[in-house]
């Protein structure tokens, strides 16, 4: 483990000066040009050869002594629409956008295991494949076309990390099988002929519709789905009226479905358009339902998994085997093509405020934590060629 050690202490600084710098100049999902610029030019100057991927993804290559297998690392790099408060010395200099889920952390650690193993091609028994991937926080996502692109032509298996403010800095955590939820969306218009609030008998009563369907979404997981079968449903947006005495002609309703079935997603949405057509049809509106699917649910593959618990325990970096979560991934997509695991990394310090949730204003990280990411990946390369 020496060596290991020693690799992630001469390449941290520059891991830390790659995350502020990226941290500083966030960019949002489909906008990413400035940040993947950034990234070519660290790979460009460290003498890695890549191309540009997709949209705004860029992919890079070490060969090895052994070609006929490569190893594949991911990491993303788009940042958020919220507007990051005072405080930090690498703030966002872009006005209402923020790294506020670690996305800067993920391409740092990345952009720093691929000059690690540049630097040291002794190492390099197989391909190593680094994908830096564009929009993940914005569905239909950049892992889709990028894969559509080629990024895992050749790829054999691949892992890629998130961090968590719920695991304490220094310990990382993965789960088998079955672990983040599919995310879906619904939009549901209902619309009609608006009228006078003293005399809605005149008119069509699109308000009521909304709130009564509503009130029925909100029944369909404890009316129709299993326990067994974890889901959730959420109406998160509603929109209508301009004035506090005019029913208005339309009103918008948008929510989203996390599951981890492809059964209990089709029955929630086909309860969705029921209870659409139903509300509309007592309140004598019109309705439009429209589903968008959109990153499937993320199931590890119990052979990369057991590779990333064995290297933490060799490398003395504490694990645990974390519960399942609906929140929605698009690396889910690449464990569609190929055997992997997606895992976690604890940023967790109250000492320094680092406490809060993912895509809060007030989302912080301890950086040590990068050293923590470093170690594993290149654990993970080593372990599976045989080197540790």
Do not use: W
């Amino acid at each position: 483990m020496d060596l290991i050690d020693r690799c992630v202490s001469e390449e941290i600084e520059n891991t830390i000066k790659f995350r502020r710098y990226i941290h500083r100049h966030p960019c949002l999902s489909f906008h990413e040009e400035e940040t993947r610029d950034y990234i070519c030019s660290q790979l460009e100057a460290a003498g890695i050869e890549y191309r540009i991927c997709g949209l705004n993804g860029v992919v890079a290559r070490l060969k090895g002594a052994d070609s006929s297998r490569c190893i594949a690392f991911r990491g993303d790099f788009d940042a958020l629409p919220i507007q990051e408060p005072e405080g930090l010395e690498y703030r966002s200099e872009n006005p209402g956008v923020m790294h506020a889920c670690g996305h800067d952390f993920h391409a740092s650690a990345l952009l720093s295991f691929a000059r690690i193993l540049k630097q040291h091609p002794e190492l390099l028994k197989c391909d190593a494949q680094f994908i830096f991937q564009y929009a993940e926080e914005l569905p239909p996502g950049g892992a889709g076309p990028m894969i559509e692109d080629g990024c895992l032509d050749g790829v054999t298996e691949i892992y890629g990390f998130h961090v968590s403010e719920e695991l304490p800095v220094g310990t990382a955590g993965v789960r088998h099988g079955k672990y983040m939820a599919a995310s879906d969306a619904f939009f549901i218009d209902f619309s009609g002929q608006g009228g006078h609030g003293s005399r809605p008998y005149e008119a069509m009563d699109t308000v009521s519709a909304a709130a009564s369907a509503i009130t029925q979404i909100n029944a369909v997981m404890s009316r129709f789905v299993s326990p067994i079968n974890n889901a959730v449903i959420s109406v998160c947006k509603i929109h209508g009226g301009e004035t506090y005495n005019i029913i208005p002609e339309t009103v918008k309703m948008e929510g989203t479905v996390r599951t981890y079935e492809p059964e209990t997603a089709k029955l929630i949405f086909s309860k969705i358009k029921e209870i659409a057509a139903h509300c509309a049809a007592i309140y004598g509106v019109r309705e439009n339902v429209d589903i968008q699917y959109g990153y499937p649910p993320v199931v590890n593959h119990d052979a990369p998994v057991d590779t990333v618990i064995a290297v933490s325990e060799q490398l003395n970096i504490p694990i645990s085997e974390i519960p399942p979560t609906p929140v929605g991934e698009d690396f889910a997509r690449y464990l569609q093509k190929v055997p992997g695991a997606f895992f976690r990394v604890g940023i967790r310090n109250e000492d320094i405020g680092a406490v809060y949730p993912l895509h809060n204003k007030m989302f912080r990280l301890d950086e040590s934590a990068l050293s923590v990411a470093l170690k594993l990946y290149l654990g993970i390369y080593l372990k599976e060629t045989h080197q540790i």
